[in-house]
């Protein structure tokens, strides 16, 4: 996995779950009523995140980025595949703190490969080249996915989005000779 | 190598996911509302107990409040809404009474969609005589419009119900049939909820058939002929549907028909057939997306339906997997457009010339966005005092994307009224079910009985305990 590769995989993770992040909210609205509810689904997502990063951040350290964002992603497409089935309150319940797990080995793999591949001096401007990327990325695809939910239903979306994780977990699992470049 | 191994996986479980999704598809959506009259209710009531349905009304008539009686609410021109009223939502009445395999007979509550009774009698190797195309609506919903469907054979919705029993403004409950309370039946069936709450209904049933499938290509002007001499005249055709296209390359011309022929039986009983589901959705709903947009869209759309149409001559179906289409891929939700529908009914002998009068009035309109057509047939039949099939009469319905501004509302509303015009002028008529486009000179003229049915409410409801607006704006 060398950087320019990471970029894209951020880029096109970034674009999957921004597909359904936004949108997401309209399949809770069929499957929960209440505010509450709501709440209760964003919280437990929170809260196992929290739960989970001192864990993951010694995992890190043995395992390698790499191993931690290929489960990510294989994680999510995995998740996404769940979703349309969802019908009840606690499905969504229990797919919100897997995703909760899953969202904090991101969170943390993606700040590790970069603090490791930065320079101290230049990371202002290298951090923040890698945001355009990744967020010019998540914009297309937010802005694109407001027209697909009036092409193809809700569901389809989640299967668009599972299907934009497993590239992304197929193409990083791919062999590089930088890999060590990574490792710590 | 690992990864290849994964990705196997991920697709294995992703057919997994799929098998158990299109399975599970099962719930129909119910919100409807095309979204042009939003209307603020007093309450909304819904009970699955008679004694609580009468004392909605008991109540109603001591505080004088208005009642709009619900079903799916699919029906587009605020026949279930009334400003400040008492919205009485019908769904959860939804029981089957009674039910004889060998009378063919079954007795359900009002709220019962199509899809229950489907669901109950299919393992008795029993089907509807008459529904519409959907079975999404509630039995009351669709008396109340005296609906029709693909059925050529059983006449309306009317002719299939054996009695009904209606709570009337009083409180009282009063059975209606044919034979009993007659004219207050007529009135009923097509009555919109003006007349009172159905409480229950018996249905007189069918056996459930398999048909095979044929699908052609012809011209419009072809299509009279061909219906009277291959259609109405064979017998074995028990089902029929054409669509006619909207492909700026073959406008109003170009048609394909779908024919459901019954096949000969081949043991007796036939095995009861598995219900289908809706299948994905995301296919038309994206075709129609298309169409939707631009010409080019409206070309492609017209190919996939011709496409589809092809593709399924030959194949068998029950009849009850026929009267169980999929509408959901109609599902449309956009913050400034909705869809509307219009129907219209012209006799068959004319369908001719009033398609090219047709295609005169809609050539300039531009903006109007005509996204489907699809043709039907219903057999003359006058029992409903509002009856729109005054001779054999094709039915086109029209599926139409507008604005919700007002300045969309009127220009859609001027095209309509220009259609209906041409309707009228060949003898057709159009249905009651839809926004309030049409004016009153126009409903009294496709309905020729208007006027008795206004009387006939003010003589059975002179409180006007049941109202709702389509009667506030049509009322004469």
Redesign the interface.
């Known amino acids: 996995m060398n950087y320019k590769r990471f970029i894209v995989y951020q880029g096109t993770i970034g674009m999957a779950s921004s597909m359904i992040f936004p949108f997401y909210i309209l399949m809770l609205r069929n499957v929960g009523n209440s505010y509450s509810q709501f709440g209760w689904a964003y919280g437990l997502f929170a809260l196992t995140a929290a739960i989970c990063y001192p864990i993951i951040g010694k995992i890190a350290d043995k395992a390698g980025d790499q191993l931690l964002l290929s489960i990510y992603s294989?994680g999510m497409?995995?998740i996404l595949?769940?979703f349309?089935?969802a019908?009840e309150i606690w499905h969504v319940y229990i797919l919100q703190i897997l995703m909760g797990v899953l969202g904090a080995v991101q969170k943390n793999s993606e700040k590790t490969v970069l603090a490791r591949h930065v320079v101290k001096e230049t990371a202002g401007k290298e951090i923040g080249n890698y945001h355009i990327w990744t967020s010019i990325a998540a914009a297309a695809a937010i802005i694109g996915t407001g027209y697909l939910?009036?092409?193809?239903?809700i569901?389809?979306i989640f299967?668009i989005a599972?299907?934009l994780f497993?590239w992304s977990?197929?193409s990083i699992?791919?062999k590089d000779k930088t890999l060590s470049e990574f490792q710590a | 190598m690992k990864r290849y191994l994964m990705l196997l996986v991920y697709v294995t479980l992703l057919f997994v996911s799929l098998h158990y999704f299109i399975d599970q598809r099962a719930e129909p959506i119910t919100e409807d509302r095309n979204r042009l009259l939003p209307v603020k209710m007093k309450a909304i009531k819904t009970t699955d107990s008679t004694a609580e349905i009468q004392q909605v009304v008991l109540d109603a008539n001591s505080e004088e409040d208005p009642i709009a009686i619900a079903g799916m609410q699919h029906s587009q021109g605020g026949h279930t809404e009334y400003p400040d009223g008492i919205l009485l939502d019908m769904k959860p009445y939804n029981k089957i009474l009674a039910f004889d395999a060998e009378e063919k007979t079954i007795t359900v509550q009002s709220g019962a969609t199509w899809r229950d009774i489907q669901d109950y009698i299919n393992p008795y190797g029993l089907a509807l005589k008459v529904s519409q195309s959907q079975n999404i609506f509630t039995i009351g919903g669709s008396l109340s419009v005296n609906a029709h469907g693909l059925d050529i054979r059983h006449g309306s919705l009317i002719d299939t119900v054996e009695s009904l029993r209606l709570l009337d403004a009083n409180g009282e409950i009063l059975t209606l049939s044919p034979e009993q309370n007659t004219e207050l039946f007529q009135a009923v069936v097509g009555g919109y909820g003006l007349f009172g709450i159905i409480l229950d209904v018996t249905l007189r049933l069918t056996d459930d058939e398999m048909y095979e499938i044929h699908s052609e290509q012809l011209q419009y002007d072809d299509y009279s002929d061909y219906f009277n001499e291959n259609v109405i005249a064979d017998d074995s055709v028990k089902m029929h549907l054409a669509r006619i296209s909207l492909s700026p390359d073959s406008y109003l011309k170009e048609m394909y028909v779908i024919n459901y022929q019954a096949m000969e039986p081949k043991g007796v009983p036939m095995d009861p057939q598995k219900l289908r589901e809706e299948t994905l959705i995301a296919v038309p709903k994206f075709f129609l997306g298309l169409a939707r947009l631009n010409e080019q869209g409206k070309r492609t759309f017209w190919n996939t339906q011709k496409t589809y149409s092809a593709s399924i001559d030959g194949k068998v179906i029950s009849r009850n997997n026929v009267m169980r289409s999929d509408s959901e891929f109609m599902e449309y939700s956009h913050p400034e457009n909705t869809e509307v529908l219009q129907e219209y009914f012209v006799p068959v002998k004319n369908f001719e010339a009033y398609i090219d009068d047709l295609r005169e009035t809609l050539i300039d309109e531009e903006d109007f966005n005509l996204l489907n057509i699809t043709i039907r047939y219903v057999e003359k039949n006058e029992k409903a005092v509002l009856s729109y099939a005054k001779e054999d009469m094709f039915s086109l319905v029209l599926l139409i994307n507008q604005g919700t501004d007002a300045k969309s509302i009127e220009d859609t509303g001027r095209v309509v009224r220009n259609m209906i015009d041409v309707t009228l002028d060949y003898g057709g008529s159009y249905y009651l079910p839809y926004f309030g486009y049409p004016t009153k000179e126009q409903m009294a003229e496709a309905y020729p009985r208007t006027r008795e049915f206004f009387d006939l409410k003010e003589e059975y409801d002179p409180s006007g305990r049941f109202m709702n607006i389509f009667y506030e704006e049509y009322k004469q």
């Open positions: 294989w497409a995995l595949l769940v349309p089935l019908n939910v009036d092409f193809f239903t569901s389809s299967y599972s299907a497993a977990g197929f699992l791919k």
